[in-house]
Nanobody
């Protein structure tokens, strides 16, 4: 069955960096786009970034120039490199097989001094 598992969350000071990973299994990873979303308690889950099966990349305006999405099809993994982190980036981050109901369990990212 489809499984998505995120890694890499944590506590970082403002201006710091984190790299999130999402390891996929149970489907032909290279055939699908993958996305990252995030959610803050009391708010709707929001789109952060996506990478298509042909490696086209898309970003929410608020993270452009700071976040980089990438994929390694040999490792069935999608990454989200997050630099210049801000307090407002604090959220639970989820990966998703784009356009599907397949989500990971989420990983907490906290930006605080």
């Amino acid at each position: 069955q489809v499984q998505l598992v995120e890694f890499g969350g944590g506590l970082v000071q403002p201006g710091g960096s984190l790299r999130l990973s999402c390891v996929a299994s149970g489907f032909a990873f290279s055939d699908y786009g993958m996305s990252w979303f995030r959610q803050v308690p009391g708010k709707e889950r929001e789109y952060v970034a996506g990478v298509s099966n042909i490696n086209s990349k898309f970003y929410k305006d608020a993270v452009k120039g700071r976040f980089t999405i990438s994929r390694d099809n040999a490792k069935n993994t999608v990454y989200l490199q997050m630099d210049s982190l801000k307090v407002e980036d604090t959220a639970v981050y989820y990966c998703r097989r784009t356009g599907s109901d397949y989500w990971g369990q989420g990983t907490q990212v906290t930006i605080s001094s």
